[in-house]
């Protein structure tokens, strides 16, 4: 395997682009700009699983781990930051990044007019981030920093017309439901 080709950490890394550029400049760009970073930033991260998802199938190895860096060490204890990509979270990852792109496809109409347009797409692309950074964890420290993002997001999302009481209260119904499961560790 040759590692320039194994990039796995563009994967997640495209939506947090799009969902930072979208939530720092989004308010000064149309809606079709803000709706053309979002659609490219999931579009491109399809792509790049897909040319990971035939990296790994060719390389006929059951896994492929790339680390880059270690997030806590002590004594002959460390925990080290990187994306691990076996068959089952290769297919997770096709898939969110798949049904995430026709998402973000059904969204553009969905909430042409809507207000906070580049709020509704940053939130989206956080989604992806998190549930990305959740399926590829080569670790548990990660997959739980990317099981709570993905709550964040959900409570972003669902609460998304926070001027609605119902919204609101979905929103903090979520958002209690994903922490408490978390508790269940």
Same mark, same amino acid.
């Given at each position: ?48 699983a ?20 270690t ?12 994306i ?63 099981w ?5 997001a ?20 979520? *958002? ?8 269940? *560790?």
């Open positions: 395997m040759n590692s320039i080709y194994f990039q796995p950490w563009l994967i997640p890394i495209l939506p947090l682009l799009g969902a930072l550029t979208n939530g720092l400049f989004g308010k000064r760009f149309t809606k079709t700009a803000v709706a053309a970073i979002a659609l490219t930033a999931t579009a491109a991260s399809f792509l790049v897909c040319v990971q998802a035939v990296i790994l199938l060719q390389s006929g190895l059951p896994a492929l781990e790339q680390y880059y860096g997030w806590i060490q002590t004594g002959d204890f460390s925990v080290n930051f990187g691990y990509l076996d068959h089952l979270s290769l297919i997770m990852m096709l898939v969110v990044t798949g049904v995430g792109f026709l998402i973000h496809v059904y969204s553009v109409a969905y909430m042409e007019h809507e207000g906070g347009y580049y709020r509704f797409f940053t939130y989206l692309n956080f989604f992806m981030f998190f549930m990305l950074t959740l399926v590829l964890a080569n670790n548990y420290l990660l997959m739980f920093v990317g709570e993002g993905v709550g964040l959900s409570y972003l999302l669902i609460g998304f017309f926070f001027l609605k009481d119902s919204a609101a209260n979905a929103g903090k119904k979520a *958002f209690i439901t994903t922490e408490s499961a978390t508790s269940d *560790f």
